[in-house]
């Protein structure tokens, strides 16, 4: 559940949510003068916990989901909140999952809907009164499956319906109860892309609230010591600051000499740099192809730290050569630890540079997953997964090249490392060596597809789980192995494989990542996530969602109407920006825009349906000692794709075997 706490001229307003929160507690803020919000889950509490609680609210806002008000597991206490006693009576908002909690509690019928209406846009219409009551057309975001028939002569009355024609027919969209203060939609008002039904809904369910409580003589009993303790801090709830002795000024200064180098191409600098070397870690995030431009390459030493930590582990692994050591995690987590390691570790280098030096790897999936307390699968044996969660190595040579202006960036947080930078700028200075590389055959691979059966059940228990109401979107995965004998000369190294799939599938976002045990090979046209450098951060998101592939025949105007004029490539590409939204909500608070909604983008071999999130860090929270970055990421894993994080339920999609061949 969510709840929040508001102050105005000096009494006490209090609202109260649950389930999926943030950008709905965005949107509260917004509306309502001096609103402060606390949030709390629907299973945090039993009603007889909280119910002597209440008095310290006002209002409670309830929702959205996904889920079924049938299921005790997804609607919590909310159920009880509909029958509480009248002296401890309060004005409630449902959205969603609150809308049907409230209707089949006063005797509608809960029934699935024969077309889901996921990431969908609909017109509401309304009478104008209650919730609507100065409002004109409504443009509602719908995400769900189920929806309620109001019994006709019942104790709920319609305020807002749509028409879904054939596919489901008249389908309320919200209500209100007659003798009690209860009113709910079943849109989100908080969505994105709905227009005319979002603030205006909360500002008159706020006014109608003062009213009921003004009628009734009720006050809100003053906020306590017993109420933090029991509630924590008001939305949002920010990481704590580093303790004002450790200020984060930097630490390392950043050693840098700028090389022209107009033919100078980043798989040299690579191979230059030990790439070729199979039994040594290697660095490359590599811009292979527009709109990238910086391409980062580190050169790492004997004793590099490596950094491993695996899931459920209590400890981390730290390594520097032949040299391993362990940390205890017992009283701090996986993020703390790194926030705290990185905070000494500051540098500074030349502004235009988008990496000076410090942590390069990967993070699983399942250690975003892990936070969901959703359980793992296990491999189906005792043998533990041999490629760890977190797998980082800590750079301090590097060299960046620049594509854009052909300039490559020889670099060191090292003190005294002047012999090394120089070395390194004179070799780059030379004319690029001319590999005569044969190319070697690719050996024949054995290929394990899914089992189609098996493949194909899981495909219609999606379905299933979608009709349900247990999810908004699902994306059902399975591996497929591919084994590549290791046996021969010929037989080309993850370097070479490396190097053919940046030529067939060019990429700004590509990598190749030596980290012993796991080499990763990614070519992507994507990033997740980006923070830029204090002050005055900004977190931006760029998903993903609609992909057409380049052919003759498809220009700009055909990927324009295949994905933009695609309702369900939008409806996807919605979800995942609403889900975004709201893990952005949850750590920088109002401050989150979208700046570009379901774009065609331009890549090398595909036109892309691209949306563009960010958000700006409260003033409070925008100065040096600021550990918000460490929470963005944090609070945004598993990324917003269609399966997992706070929006979307888990449907059997994590599998911990990694195969990266034999």
Not at 111 to 132: A, K, P, Q, Y
Not at 181 to 192: G, I, K, N, R, T
Not at 195 to 213: K, P, S
Request: net charge neutral; with cysteine; aromatic share 8%.
């Amino acid at each position: 559940m969510i709840r929040s706490l508001t102050s105005s001229l000096g009494l006490f307003h209090r609202l109260y949510f649950a389930h999926k929160p943030d950008s709905l507690a965005s949107l509260c803020r917004q509306s309502i003068p001096n609103c402060v919000i606390h949030i709390v889950r629907n299973d945090e509490f039993s009603m007889e916990e909280l119910l002597p609680h209440l008095a310290l609210f006002s209002a409670i806002v309830v929702g959205p989901g996904p889920g079924s008000p049938a299921n005790p597991q997804d609607i919590g206490l909310v159920k009880d909140l509909w029958h509480i006693r009248d002296d401890y009576l309060l004005p409630v908002l449902g959205v969603c999952l609150g809308l049907q909690s409230l209707a089949i509690e006063f005797g509608a019928r809960l029934h699935r809907l024969h077309v889901v209406r996921h990431g969908r846009v609909s017109t509401i219409h309304h009478n104008g009164t209650d919730l609507f009551e100065g409002v004109g057309m409504v443009e509602g975001v719908r995400y769900h499956s189920l929806h309620v028939e109001l019994p006709e002569s019942g104790e709920l009355e319609e305020l807002a319906w749509t028409d879904d024609g054939q596919d489901n027919g008249r389908v309320t969209m919200a209500a209100k109860h007659k003798t009690r203060p209860f009113w709910a939609v079943q849109y989100h008002p908080e969505s994105v892309c709905t227009e005319g039904g979002g603030a205006e809904i909360v500002r008159n369910f706020w006014y109608m609230a003062q009213r009921w409580t003004a009628e009734k003589q009720k006050v809100s009993s003053p906020w306590n010591a017993t109420a933090r303790r029991m509630f924590g801090h008001p939305w949002p709830n920010r990481p704590p600051h580093p303790p004002p002795s450790t200020k984060l000024q930097p630490s390392l200064t950043v050693s840098t000499v700028v090389v022209d180098a107009p033919a100078l191409s980043v798989t040299a600098i690579c191979e230059l740099l030990g790439a070729r070397d199979e039994h040594s870690p290697f660095i490359l995030l590599d811009s292979a192809a527009k709109p990238g431009r910086f391409s980062i390459i580190g050169s790492l030493l004997p004793d590099t730290l490596q950094i491993n930590y695996s899931i459920p582990d209590t400890f981390i692994t730290l390594k520097r050569g032949e040299s391993t050591t362990q940390e205890d995690l017992r009283n701090a987590d996986i993020w703390s630890w790194l926030a705290a390691f990185i905070r000494p570790h500051r540098a500074k280098g030349c502004p235009e540079l988008p990496f000076w030096g410090g942590l390069i790897g990967y993070l699983s999936y399942e250690l975003g997953v892990n936070s969901l307390h959703i359980p793992l699968r296990s491999n189906g044996g005792p043998t533990r997964n041999r490629h760890p969660d977190v797998n980082l190595v800590f750079v301090e040579r590097s060299v960046v090249l620049d594509t854009h202006t052909n300039k490559a960036y020889v670099q060191s947080l090292l003190p005294d490392d002047n012999e090394w930078i120089s070395r390194t700028a004179r070799q780059l200075m030379e004319p690029e060596p001319k590999h005569l590389d044969r190319p070697k055959k690719n050996p024949s691979a054995v290929v394990k597809l899914p089992d189609r059966k098996q493949y194909i059940s899981r495909i219609n228990e999606a379905k299933e789980h979608l009709f349900a109401g247990d999810s908004y979107e699902i994306c059902l995965t399975a591996p497929t192995r591919i084994s590549i004998p290791n046996c021969s000369a010929s037989t080309p190294s993850s370097w070479e494989r490396y190097k053919m799939l940046r030529r067939s599938n060019p990429a700004p976002h590509s990598a190749y990542l030596r980290l012993h045990p796991s080499t990763l090979l990614s070519s992507s046209p994507e990033r997740f996530l980006s923070f830029s450098r204090l002050p005055n951060s900004i977190c931006q998101l760029r998903p993903i969602k609609g992909t057409v592939r380049k052919a003759p025949g498809i220009d700009r105007a055909v990927a324009e109407e295949l994905l933009a004029g695609s309702t369900k490539e939008v409806a996807e590409n919605l979800m995942i920006v609403d889900l975004i939204r709201h893990d952005l909500h949850g750590v920088v608070g109002e401050d989150v825009q979208v700046k570009q909604f379901c774009s065609v983008e331009e890549y090398e071999t595909v036109w892309q349906l691209v949306s563009v999130i960010e958000g700006k860090a409260a003033e409070e929270s925008r100065d040096e000692n600021s550990e918000i970055g460490w929470e963005v990421l944090r609070r945004s894993l598993p990324p917003g794709k269609p399966s997992g994080d706070h929006f979307f339920r888990l449907y059997d999609l994590v599998n911990r075997q990694h195969d990266w061949g034999s």
